[in-house]
């Protein structure tokens, strides 16, 4: 893996992950200023016609799309942090925040991939972009 950091130590740019080289800048987007979103304070961003639910939790930023695939309630960005736990705040299923997986309950979050950059989170958006359509 090859990883390019920042002056203060944020990633910028990663040559691999998971077996497949990724192209860092094709897909990424400013979604949020960083002082927007804080462990007391998460952010709910539409993007691309998605609610995309923004935490900051165990000293990392993640992105989930903000979908319970309990009752696919939009109310995820409401819900308790936990370490990296996420619980939805309708009836308390809880999911991983960098997986997406559930914890308990059923289904799994869709999660993007955050980066600091000169103050800024960006996320990256998996092609193709039509495939949240059901918003
Ligand atoms: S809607 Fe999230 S647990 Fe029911």
Same mark, same amino acid.
């Given at each position: 893996?090859?990883?390019?950091?920042?002056?203060?130590?944020?990633?910028?740019?990663?040559?691999?992950?998971?077996?497949?080289?990724?192209?860092?800048?094709?897909?990424?987007?400013?979604i949020?200023?960083?002082?927007?979103?804080?462990?007391?304070?998460?952010?709910?961003v539409?993007f691309?016609?998605?609610?995309i639910a923004v935490f900051?939790?165990?000293?990392?930023f993640y992105a989930v799309e903000?979908?319970?695939?309990?009752?696919?309630?939009?109310?995820?960005?409401?819900?308790?942090?936990?370490?990296?736990?996420?619980?939805?705040?309708?009836?308390?299923? &809880?999911?991983?925040l960098?997986?997406?997986?559930?914890?308990?309950?059923?289904?799994?979050?869709q999660t993007f991939l955050v980066?600091?950059?000169?103050?800024?989170l960006?996320m990256e958006?998996?092609?193709?972009?039509?495939?949240? &359509?059901?918003?």
């Amino acid at each position: 893996m090859f990883i390019v950091l920042d002056k203060r130590g944020a990633e910028v740019q990663r040559s691999v992950e998971n077996g497949r080289t990724m192209k860092m800048d094709k897909n990424f987007e400013r979604i949020a200023a960083q002082e927007d979103v804080t462990r007391s304070r998460p952010l709910c961003v539409r993007f691309h016609g998605s609610d995309i639910a923004v935490f900051q939790a165990s000293d990392k930023f993640y992105a989930v799309e903000n979908l319970c695939p309990h009752q696919h309630i939009s109310s995820l960005h409401k819900g308790i942090v936990d370490g990296n736990i996420l619980t939805c705040p309708m009836h308390g299923w &809880s999911f991983d925040l960098q997986s997406g997986c559930a914890l308990n309950g059923n289904g799994r979050l869709q999660t993007f991939l955050v980066e600091i950059r000169e103050n800024d989170l960006w996320m990256e958006w998996p092609e193709p972009r039509n495939k949240f &359509s059901h918003f």
